[in-house]
């Protein structure tokens, strides 16, 4: 328990995530919290490891209702220090790291509307080979395609090579699941390409680089060309 602190943040997080999926231990948080660069590193009190929607809305809910803030990574490849906390200031909040790593689902790739559904922690790579097993191919790459995943190129509306034919992460998401900073889950995975009922979350979220206020990505409907 930490000083001032009348409840335990890592039982509590232990309960919705399970045991091994709360780090804290100095060692394994090390590398979430420094950047790929080395340039930037701070400290958390914990790296905690969703593996749904469900149980990432319940942590953010969480950390909502006891001032913690949040720092999400994907692949932490971002080199700007975006997905890394900050260094320890005087009166600052406490934070955890939620990493996507366990929300690496892949759909199946429905070949007709050339879409696919990914969880937040594919990693580009993944999603590229996924597509092209089918004869699709994925509009979005760049050079960091092993560690880069789907939730941080649509925070980032990362561009990469072929940028001038298909366009940024923002031009291929269709449907996006997300949980905002109060742990509400928002979006539809119903890959409309016309969709009419409330506000366009796809084209709110890409490119909000994970700021407190738009939450998490956990799972997206991705367009991939021929
Ligand atoms: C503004 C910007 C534009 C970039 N454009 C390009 C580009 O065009 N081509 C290129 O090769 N590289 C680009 N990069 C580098 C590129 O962003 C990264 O290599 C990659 O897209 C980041 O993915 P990642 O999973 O490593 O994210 P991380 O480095 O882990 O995170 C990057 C940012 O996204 C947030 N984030 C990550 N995952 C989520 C999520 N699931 N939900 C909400 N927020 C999340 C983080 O909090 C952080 O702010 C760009 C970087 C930035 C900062």
């Not at 950390?63 to 720092?71: E, F, G, H, K, S």
């Not at 190129?153 to 699941?177: C, D, H, K, P």
């Not at 119903?190 to 506000?199: A, F, Y």
């Amino acid at each position: 328990m930490l000083p001032g602190m009348s409840f335990d943040v890592s039982v509590d997080l232990r309960s919705i995530v399970g045991t091994a999926h709360v780090l804290v231990e100095d060692d394994l948080r090390a590398g979430y919290e420094t950047d790929w660069t080395g340039r930037y590193s701070g400290e958390c009190l914990a790296v905690v490891r969703p593996a749904s929607t469900a149980e990432t809305s319940e942590v953010v809910s969480y950390c909502n209702a006891n001032n913690i803030a949040i720092i999400t990574q994907g692949g932490n490849t971002g080199l700007v220090g975006g997905g890394v906390p900050r260094a320890a200031e005087a009166g600052s909040r406490l934070s955890i790291v939620i990493s996507m790593s366990r929300l690496a689902h892949l759909g199946p790739v429905d070949t007709s509307t050339m879409q696919v559904t990914a969880g937040a922690g594919v990693t580009l790579a993944a999603w590229r080979a996924h597509a092209r097993s089918t004869g699709l191919d994925a509009p979005v790459d760049f050079a960091a395609r092993d560690s880069a995943t789907i939730g941080g190129a649509i925070a980032t509306n990362a561009g990469g090579s072929r940028v001038v034919r298909f366009g940024t992460m923002r031009q291929q998401v269709l449907g996006i699941e997300a949980v905002l900073a109060n742990g509400q889950i928002v979006g539809s995975l119903s890959g409309l390409p016309k969709e009419t009922v409330g506000m366009h979350w796809p084209s709110l979220l890409a490119g909000s680089e994970g700021q407190q206020d738009s939450g998490s990505f956990h799972g997206s409907t991705r367009r991939s060309p021929r």
